[in-house]
């Protein structure tokens, strides 16, 4: 077989299942994992009991599929059946020769399915009624963020100056569950699966998209990685070292009140102040402020569309680091937000907060 550099026929492609279940987006992604191959008459495509890690799509001519009986099947480019690998298994069952002139696309099998099983995951999870076009830029995405709106522009600068470029792959792990937090980043090009927990207690989060940014979690609150993002495409994604973070970005977002200024706030705030408790609810029963709300940091993401932009929020935990994240995803999201540095009881008044009733 001849190895042909030519433009592939999408279209024609997505005629073709699974290509007909990717989106443009992830059928660009493929492209440069797909050989194209034009061969003449009388060719063998692949041989039965053959291994071939390779599956093969007739785009044009015909072939002939011959068995163990060396019963000749012809298959035509146009035949209502030619809608699947030719003879999509690993181990051939029939033998494949040319009966014409044809265009074969071929793509290895485990890339493939590889390929499947993220988009499909991922495309699940996308609630973004908006299309995807692959283009958003990265810069203007987090410029465009209300958290941006609060950072000093002289930060900004130095912010991209410190971002790193690096190249990533389908499969690739940018962070992983139980790891040291080292980098913030952002979706440069491609797409990316939030999973968290392994075998059959693996539970899939959310998927990013480009101009997305993940990673901060761990190093606001100095905290293991609590969840793993995995690329679900080829593509570049902008890191963002730990210092760089804390300095340009953490510090003039996140601001921090007094019990008395929080008091003082109440007492004297035009707006409404809400008071929320980020703490696991069993913590929260054991002891909290007056006329706190308890929203779980693990469930403040999802709730933080029902919160009203007028109030301003005070996030409150015990040692502080919750807190900071919990405001950080507030900010992120448009809110007013400010943590609340609480006084340490001294050991003997805390509530005793079992190990059971937390873990």
């Given amino acids: 077989m001849n190895d042909q550099k030519q433009d592939i026929d999408f279209e024609r492609l997505k005629e073709f299942t699974p290509f007909d279940s990717l989106s443009d987006a992830h059928l660009r992604d493929l492209a440069p994992k797909l050989a194209v191959t034009r061969t003449g008459k009388g060719k063998v495509l692949f041989k ?3 291994h071939d890690p390779k599956c093969h799509f007739l785009l044009e001519g015909s072939v002939d599929l011959a068995d163990a ?3 000749v099947r012809p298959l035509a480019a146009d035949d209502p059946e030619n809608y699947l ?8 069952r029939v033998s494949a020769i040319t009966a014409g002139d044809c265009v074969i696309v071929s793509i290895d099998r485990d890339h493939l399915d590889l390929v499947l099983t993220w988009s499909q995951a991922a495309e699940s999870l996308d609630e ?3 299309p995807d076009d692959g283009n958003t830029d990265w810069m ?3 410029l465009s963020s209300e958290l941006f709106a609060q950072v000093p522009p002289a930060n900004i600068q130095q912010l991209f100056v410190k971002f790193q470029e690096r190249e990533v792959h389908l499969g690739d792990v940018i962070i992983r569950e139980g790891d040291d937090g080292d980098c913030f980043y952002v979706i440069k090009e491609g797409r990316a699966l939030v999973t968290r927990g392994t075998g059959s207690n693996l539970k899939t989060l959310a998927a990013l998209k480009n101009g997305a940014c993940f990673g901060e979690d761990a190093l606001i609150g100095d905290t293991k990685r609590n969840a793993t993002v995995t690329m679900t495409t080829d593509g570049v994604v902008m890191a963002l070292d730990k210092d760089s973070f804390l300095k340009l970005l953490k510090e003039p977002v996140i601001q921090s009140i007094t019990e008395e200024q929080y008091e003082k706030m109440q007492d004297e705030a035009d707006e409404g102040v809400v008071l929320i408790d980020v703490r696991l609810p069993l913590e929260f029963k054991h002891d909290h402020l ?3 709300q308890n929203i ?6 999802k709730e933080i569309r029902e919160l009203e932009k007028v109030f301003t929020y005070v996030v409150t935990c015990d040692g502080g680091r919750r807190a900071e994240i919990g405001a950080y995803l507030l900010n992120e999201a448009g809110l007013r937000a400010l943590v609340l540095k609480r006084k340490q009881k001294p050991a003997a008044q805390k509530a005793e907060v079992r190990e059971e009733d937390v873990g």
């Fill in 48 to 50: 039965r009991g053959q």
């Fill in 69 to 71: 009986a060396f019963v």
């Fill in 85 to 92: 690998a030719l003879d999509n298994y690993p181990e051939h």
């Fill in 128 to 130: 973004d009624d908006q």
């Fill in 140 to 142: 203007e995405a987090l």
């Fill in 290 to 292: 007056p006329h706190a």
């Fill in 296 to 301: 779980p940091l693990p469930e403040l993401r």
